[in-house]
């Protein structure tokens, strides 16, 4: 999967002086006028053809400063609940958000997320998708296709089923509705689950050190053995570009290169907004993606 990469850039704007009420006074602020304007252009020419650094942009409005992404040692992150638990059956082909709800990602309230899936014995495409408790999670099936969707409610979990026309039971699982945690605090849920699984191959991220927040990428694939050191950079609340429903942070990293082994060069973290999981790009695609328990995404 390719990854474009994109520089933020911040609107440089100017001062309009006002002028006064004689003409010397005009005289003069006309002259400081021309010389701020000479002083603008100058500093423009000095940057033109200049790249900047991801760490040298401005911080505009819509970007979170990593100082003010800390870890404290209060845990004022949304509480953790006695999960549901069931069989958990899939007698068919699952498709769009279907995929990650069933290794146990958690969902938004409030939020839609599209599912599809298709029965590969009996399926007439004439069943029925249901939730054990529309008070956490909904569920509306779109008549004669494949196509549901699951809504959050309130946090909570909720067992998902679905039934052909004849009452045989195709899919069941558990939704895991859990409130969005602040951009300002999801490095402390980082954090404190301190190891992240790959579900692709053998990754794993460990968060070792806090303020700004540091981990370790270890692992191989078919390409290389690695072992990334890399810090927490300044965020942005952005979407990963494929397609996904799920709501993420992203997080430029940067890479320490003299406690490093890899060939690659490391570029954005995506994190869920209920940080449990962990979107991970290098120059050329994406790395893997991890979970905050282990999936076996293979098996």
Do not use: W
Not at 159 to 167: F, G, K, L, S
């Amino acid at each position: 999967m390719k990854k474009s990469l994109k520089i933020l850039t911040t609107v440089l704007g100017c001062t309009l002086l006002l002028a006064g009420c004689n003409e010397p006074a005009e005289n003069e602020n006309n002259q400081q006028q021309e010389q701020q304007n000479n002083t603008n252009n100058n500093q423009t020419n000095n940057d033109e053809g200049k790249t900047p650094s991801i760490f040298d942009v401005d911080v505009g409005d819509d970007i979170t400063n990593i100082k003010d992404i800390t870890i404290d040692d209060d845990k004022d992150i949304p509480p953790e609940f006695v999960k549901k638990t069931c069989q958990q059956i899939s007698n068919g082909s699952s498709g769009g958000s279907l995929i990650e709800l069933m290794t146990g990602t958690y969902i938004e309230p409030t939020y839609t997320y599209n599912c599809s899936f298709s029965h590969d014995k009996t399926f007439t495409r004439e069943y029925t998708v249901k939730s054990d408790d529309r008070t956490v999670a909904q569920v509306s099936h779109e008549e004669g296709t494949s196509s549901f969707t699951i809504k959050g409610i309130t946090p909570g979990d909720a067992i998902i089923q679905a039934y052909t026309d004849e009452n045989e039971l195709v899919l069941q699982f558990v939704v895991h509705v859990r409130e969005r945690i602040p951009m300002n605090k999801i490095a402390q849920r980082l954090y404190n689950v301190d190891v992240f699984y790959g579900m692709f191959y053998g990754y794993k991220i460990s968060f070792t050190e806090k303020n700004p927040l540091k981990g370790t990428l270890v692992g191989n694939d078919d390409f290389e053995s690695t072992k990334a050191v890399f810090t927490l950079g300044d965020g942005v609340e952005e979407k990963i570009p494929n397609g996904t429903d799920f709501n993420t942070y992203k997080f430029k990293i940067k890479l320490d290169t003299d406690n490093s082994v890899t060939t690659r060069s490391y570029t954005d973290m995506y994190v869920s907004t209920t940080g449990d999981l962990i979107y991970m790009y290098y120059s050329n695609g994406i790395v893997d993606i991890f979970a905050d328990h282990f999936v076996n995404i293979r098996a």
